[in-house]
């Protein structure tokens, strides 16, 4: 990866940690969900409101690494508002692309999160990105089966 390329994604990622997005708790969320990453001790919190098939709207907190942190923001931000299909669509390239599956043009969708692919070559930080993302995959998917 291009070194300039690579500072401009170190400052996406620093952005979204000192401003996170969407940070706080919805009041009367359809799904709600804490998860914690031993390996860095990261923690989220992750509230969901959804309705006719849309993330109407979703909040988290939490603590941890900026990567922990950051990958929360930019998910929500990324979410908020999409169809229920779309989003598990998100998830799963966005899994892809920390495999090293996906990359480039074909993770453009994701946006801002396509700064977190370098965190790749770290494996023991892989699951600090991944985190926010596999909370919302279980909150979408445990509110399917309601
Ligand atoms: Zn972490």
């Not at 001790?41 to 993330?55: A, C, P, Q, R, Y």
């Amino acid at each position: 990866m291009p070194e300039d390329l690579e500072e401009l994604y170190q400052e996406v990622i620093l952005d979204h940690y000192k401003h996170p997005r969407c940070h706080g708790a919805l009041p009367n969320p359809s799904q709600r969900l804490c998860v914690y990453n031993p390996l860095c001790g990261d923690h989220i919190e992750l509230t969901v409101e959804i309705s006719e098939n849309k993330i109407k709207d979703l909040a988290f907190t939490g603590h941890g690494c900026s990567i922990s942190q950051a990958a929360a923001s930019i998910m929500s931000d990324l979410c908020k508002g999409k169809d229920v299909s779309q989003v598990l669509g998100f998830c799963n390239k966005f899994k892809g692309m920390m495999r090293g599956e996906e990359s480039g043009e074909t993770v453009e969708i994701l946006g801002d999160a396509v700064a977190l692919e370098g965190v790749r070559k770290f494996s023991a930080r892989v699951k600090c990105a991944t985190l926010a993302w596999e909370a919302l995959e279980k909150c979408v998917l445990e509110h399917q089966k309601t």
